[in-house]
């Protein structure tokens, strides 16, 4: 797993690569804290190149929309592949992200 | 033409990774769907982690077994552990209606699995769990 991080307009937007699961977790969880800990409240995360996501994966991204909410910010989702796209749907996670297929549509939630 | 692996790891995390390698090797000459990997690779991860985390009252290193068939038409995963009596299909499924405030965090492992795989079987036989599970190859 590979996390990457870009800021435009003042949306940050971090791209996760490969696996999310119980093994990866923990380091992503760092990478997560180190943005929420910081003053940017527009958090856009790209799922493009994320081939897998577990129970251990989804458990991070509700920790930071936790964080998020409490901080009065606001984080959406984009661009997942199909099977990634299922596991949110089965979940009901996808009830409880702003999910976008582009990048595009999704920095202009985040902006509106 | 059916196919088998037996895979024995210790009740440890760190040892998904390789297992999960390993179970990719063994597929990787035949005409599995991402879809049914993608479940396998699920499946893997959330019921062995689970065992790893509640299955044990001691501290103990413990051996899990993992077993890969594979025919024309499916895969059958079975997992054998000495951990508690413990059948996931008993579970009730969770909450999926709460919003992010009253989410519980985490419990979406094993309902995941149960969704995702075509069958799942549990038996207790001599102190042991042994969980059958079914993905279709498409």
């Known amino acids: 797993m590979e996390i990457t991080l870009q ?8 791209a996760i690569n490969g696996r999310l ?13 180190k943005v929420l800990d910081g003053d940017k409240d527009k958090l856009l995360i790209n799922l493009r190149a994320l081939d897998y996501i577990s129970s251990a994966g989804l458990r991070v991204l509700l920790v930071v929309a936790k964080r998020m909410q409490q901080k009065g910010g606001k984080v959406a989702l ?11 749907e089965i979940s009901g996670f996808s ?5 976008f297929d582009s990048q595009e549509e999704c920095a202009a939630f985040l902006n509106g | ?17 390789g297992l999960i390698e390993q179970a990719h090797e063994f ?26 985390k509640y299955g044990y ?3 103990d290193e413990h051996l899990i077994t993992v077993n890969l068939n594979l025919d024309d038409t499916q895969i059958i995963l079975t997992l054998i552990d000495d951990g508690h009596d413990f059948n996931p299909m008993n579970l009730h499924a969770p909450n999926l209606q709460e919003d992010i405030s009253h989410r519980a965090v985490g419990g979406v492992g094993i309902y995941l699995t149960r969704e995702l795989v075509d ?4 038996s207790r036989e001599e102190g042991k769990n042994s969980l059958d599970i079914y993905i279709n190859l498409l």
């Open chain 1, 7 to 14: 800021e435009q307009d003042g949306v940050v937007a971090l």
């Open chain 2, 119 to 122: 069958k799942m079987e549990h």
């Open chain 2, 27 to 52: 597929l990787s000459s035949s005409n599995v769907s991402s879809k049914a990997l993608y479940a396998l690779d699920l499946a893997l991860e959330e019921m062995i982690s689970n065992t790893i």
């Open chain 1, 21 to 33: 699961d119980a093994v990866s977790a923990v380091d992503a969880d760092k990478e997560f804290s």
């Open chain 2, 57 to 59: 009252d001691d501290q």
């Open chain 2, 1 to 17: 033409m059916p196919e088998n692996v037996t895979i024995k790891i210790k009740n440890e995390l760190s040892e998904l990774p």
């Open chain 1, 78 to 88: 984009c661009c997942m592949v199909d099977n990634v796209k299922e596991v949110f």
């Open chain 1, 95 to 99: 009830s409880i992200f702003k999910i």
